[in-house]
């Protein structure tokens, strides 16, 4: 596990990087802004909503 600081290490980032087909994702954060929901919410869009419903 590795801890990202969403300052010099993107969220974003590293999980366009490591997302692969059949990957599942889960996030546990104290804070999760507004913003951040948006984009993961724009790049889930793109993905078969079998894909995103099996999250």
Do not use: Q, Y
Request: hydrophobic share 50%.
């Amino acid at each position: 596990m590795r801890i990202i600081n969403n300052v010099s290490d993107l969220l974003g980032d590293d999980l366009k990087a490591e997302i692969a087909p059949g990957s599942k994702v889960r996030i546990a954060a104290s804070t999760f802004s507004i913003f951040a929901f948006e984009a993961l919410r724009k790049e889930l869009d793109v993905l078969p909503r079998d894909v995103v419903n099996a999250l």
